[in-house]
């Protein structure tokens, strides 16, 4: 199976067998992640983040720097060109005379498919909008398999805002392709999107639940994220809702032993600190493993891998 | 011929001999920014941009990589020892530690020449106020001569703002020693600065004319820039004029088959969408080139070619 | 003596032999830092600036790539995980993962120390609030040791903002451990902290004076610093003190000839531009040394050196 010259833009476009695959090169790509590598010397990633995202940046950064490569790039919205009235199908036809692999992060949902429309270089989609994560999915997977061994007949719970998080969008998408049970936990106001839940109800069971009370006890994979303030209306009305979305020591009582917590970071205190030190935790590793994941699909899509 | 150490400044302080020998050097440079060298391994340029540019930034990073070297920098106006009050000659005579080469972008004409008084290490102005951009004008100059194989006898048309484009400052300069027609295409209140026109009207033949429809079908090169709406004081001014400077596929009808179109890049309206597809259309191999030039620029005066 | 893995927060927890083994490894990094070095090849350092200083972040880079390695970071205050809410125990358990050493920079005192208790790798404090600043002491020390011999038996004076100066601390704190007569010149505003002069007035000889003055014709090594205008209640407060904390020719009639000035830099008029060109000057080649002491410090951490 080769990914040389693929644009990574949304999990929709991957089949099963393709992320089984991105999955077991970033198990290969452990002990380079370590030990450091050749492997892409000279390349050159260029990272356009027109939203300032300081992890995934970072993360790619540092994946492109453990192969050998180099990486330029810019970090802020307001950049010159774009100031100057560009637009992005032009930015993206100067950037890819400038490097090897673009990961381009935006505001809006479908810039990184127009990008990859017009570019002659492959384009990672470093999350645009409230759309799409991919490699962020990815990664979860990874940390899935690693810490359990297997996607295939586990209970995984996705809690918080599913409506405007975009790694969950891209985790349910890839989730549907395995067979598991998926839990979506949250607010009514932020309830999984439409479009999400129409394209995975109909190849895996889905169950909508409003309190991680009515399902910690069965749960094997529970992924919290960030449930914004300023999506709710009223103050109050989160005041109301934000102890359901909570996880503490308390919560973790009737876990299962084997439980595993993933968080796509940051968190501010959807997981009280006190979880940190728990057998549970594993939202620290999530962070290394996706530099691993993010060096597969690097040497990947630079032909230069599986 | 050696620019070892050499401040690129201004197009002013170079001869025929010396554009012709960066021009051949740049053609030298194709195969190694393909595939990758480490003539400058170990060297650091370092990138001063005290105004935003992103393109050209990634351009000198991406030229400074493909030759096996390193940047470092800071592409923000508000830096910290500036905004505590240092002038440029310390800011300089600080970095210059720091790098082997380094780049400067700054608001203020004159800056860029300043700053290799004080430097011990090549100084290379990329874009100084609404004066220079040399490092431009060469990436322009070796376009044509790629592209028609030579400068000598053709009619070269610079269009759009010549009072405000630093670019254009810069390639009149340059194109005054070649034996070439310079046309230039402006609305009235953006004509060419007087400065550059009494230095060129001595060595060769100027034309100044108010609208492309009266120079398209004579033309080789059409060299077009942005106007900036802001330049007017009336906006209903520049509505009326607007026309006469967009190229459009109504007007290449009237052009030359063998003509090329250049641009410096970012353009908002003034060349058609439509336009891009065009055999004439050599905006975006520009950018390309524009590596190339850069990677010969560094090389020489890092003395390690030419 | 091994600094493995060891953090570099603040220089009271060195000792006087660790201190001159630092100095020893700097001045053996000199031909390194010319002829370049791949010791640290595949080493990434990451730059955590939450406050903004081009100098100290670039310094470290220009330290790093010289020995091979590379770097990633940020140099905005702003960044986007912690605009999220994110507190910097789960910044630094975050970035640790990226990266083989970390250099902070912060707005709050103990902001490094807090890092260092939450990372892995080793953390080097690039300045945190008004407190310290270590690696600047002790390339202010490699300074004195260069181009004196010694720093025993000499007569230091500290000039300017002692009280908001984080580099004047970390100096002090070291130079209590020499043999040295320590003179603070300050407006009585801006005096030496308590708790400084607590700590090594135990230790060596230290007198505090309100003039320069006073002090110029017995000092060896003058180390001056800004004062900033709006450390003061009123504006006239500082005109009236202002001269008093300036050098200029006149006053350096009655120096020692062998007599040099250092300063961390940025300057803005605490030290006259005539005085430059004196054989008194020094703070331009502080910045060089800055380097190689950085050098010595990023192999040393990472276990490549000493």
Redesign the interface.
């Known amino acids: 199976m080769k990914l040389k010259g693929r644009d990574i833009i949304s999990l929709k476009d991957f089949s099963r067998e393709e992320i089984d695959h991105v999955l077991k090169m970033a198990q290969a790509m452990e002990p380079l992640a370590e030990?450091?590598s050749n492997m892409l010397?000279?390349?050159?990633l260029?990272t356009l983040f027109f939203e300032?995202?300081?992890?995934t940046r970072?993360?790619f950064?540092?994946a492109m720097?453990?192969l050998?490569g180099?990486?330029?790039?810019?970090?802020?919205a307001?950049?010159?060109?774009v100031?100057?009235?560009?637009n992005l199908a032009?930015?993206i036809?100067?950037?890819e005379?400038?490097?090897d692999v673009i990961v381009v992060r935006h505001p809006l949902e479908g810039a990184a498919r127009l990008a990859a429309e017009f570019a002659n270089v492959p384009i990672i989609n470093g999350g645009s909008g409230a759309e799409e994560h991919p490699t962020q999915a990815l990664l979860d997977l990874y940390t899935v398999v690693k810490e359990r061994g297997t996607i295939d007949g586990l209970n995984i719970a996705l809690v918080g805002d599913l409506r405007y998080g975009r790694t969950v969008h891209s985790l349910a998408y890839a989730l549907s392709l395995y067979d598991v049970n998926l839990i979506l936990v949250s607010p009514s106001m932020l309830r999984m999107r439409r479009e999400v839940l129409d394209a995975i109800e109909e190849k895996i069971r889905v169950a909508e639940k409003a309190t991680l009370d009515e399902i910690i006890d069965d749960v094997d994979v529970l992924y919290v994220t960030?449930i914004q303030k300023e999506r709710f209306p009223e103050p109050a009305e989160y005041a109301k809702v934000r102890g359901s979305y909570q996880v503490d020591l308390k919560l973790l009582e009737r876990a299962k032993q084997s439980m595993i917590i993933l968080h796509p970071?940051?968190?501010?205190d959807e997981i009280a600190v006190e979880v940190d030190d728990t057998h549970h935790a594993r939202y620290?590793q999530q962070?290394?493993n996706?530099?691993v994941t993010r060096m597969a699909i690097l040497s990947m899509v630079l032909g230069k891998n599986g």
């Open positions: 030990s450091r010397h000279g390349r050159i260029a300032p995202s300081t992890r970072l993360s950064e540092s720097h453990r050998g180099t990486s330029i790039g810019f970090a802020e307001g950049i010159a060109s100031k100057k009235g560009e032009d930015t036809r100067v950037v005379n400038y490097a960030r970071l940051p968190r501010v620290f962070v290394w996706g530099i």
